[in-house]
């Protein structure tokens, strides 16, 4: 329903929508174990490269129980970086939300397993851009392929041990190069899982973090512009406490207030926020005013109803079970 309520603000073009948002994502930690080429939170400075405090994490959790349906822990960064991840993801169970997760998996061991089964998390995607460790490394140096298959692995045949149906667990890539996907290297990857509980192997397009990176959609792709969904649906909050509209601000271009000080239904309703939907609405030059959306591949995706159809695809298939 609430998503529902949130649609039909967005396609009315509400600028202060009444509905809250239906996802919180917090960061847990701006720290990464891993140097991805295409990554601007590299640049973050030393102020902004900080684990967020329990407190702060604690009060968000609080908040987005009255009105969101799930917390994504994850912007950027390396969320079991965090030393409390574990105590993260059973707060946010407490308080009845949905507790989601994207990883690299490297750091995975057997307790940090054991322990996201035993609080129940939700759902768990593994960031592997690649099916054979030249490819992986590649995009996502100094990545131990191995290790991480080790790992995922690992944590399958213990969910499969504790017949576990959560968390729903896919692992997710971003499709650089077609070519680096032959036939055989997916049949021989998805032979690495077999008769395990991996629920989904998913492709995707890269973006280009709204112009921070080099990457630029190509003209086939690149769609006429349309205002862009995610400040109807979503809110971010970094592990310095900054708001931000969406994911892709993981360093804080478009800061709508400081966590510590405001409330999340405060940075929803408030003007900062109020005047970049209506950036959104009016087109492309005043999105690009903004600061942060001008060039997003967002404003240019195939959509279908106004919604991304790539985004819907995955909503769909994130609620089916097969590899
Ligand atoms: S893209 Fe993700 S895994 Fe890679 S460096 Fe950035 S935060 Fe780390
Ligand atoms: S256009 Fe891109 S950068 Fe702007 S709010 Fe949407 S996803 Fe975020």
Known sequence: MRLLANYTEYTLKRTRPRFL????LIEPTSHCNLMCPGCPSKDLPD???????????????????????????????????HPDILEMVGYLKKKGLRAMIHTNGALLDTNLAQGLLEQKLDYLSFSL???????????????????????????LELKKEMKATRPFTIIQSLLFNENDYPDELVAEFKARFKDLPLDRLHRIKPHDWAGQTHRKPSTTEKQAYKHCFRPWF??????????????????????IGDATRISLEEAWRGKRLAELRAMLITGEKQAEKSGLCGGCHMLYTKRLFGLPLEEMGFFIKERSRKV
């Open 234 to 255: 979503s809110l971010a909050v970094l592990a310095c406490g900054e708001i931000v509209p969406c994911c892709i601000d993981c360093t804080g271009k478009y800061v």
């Open 129 to 155: 851009d690649g099916y054979d460790a030249k490819t992986a490394h590649r995009y996502k140096p100094p990545v131990d392929f191995d290790r991480v298959i080790a790992n995922v692995v690992s944590l």
């Open 47 to 81: 102020r902004k490269r900080v684990h967020m405090e329990m407190g702060l994490f604690r009060k968000l959790a609080d908040e987005a129980s009255g009105f969101a349906r799930d917390v994504h822990l994850f912007v950027a960064g390396e969320p079991l970086m």
């Open 21 to 24: 948002p239906t996802r919180l």
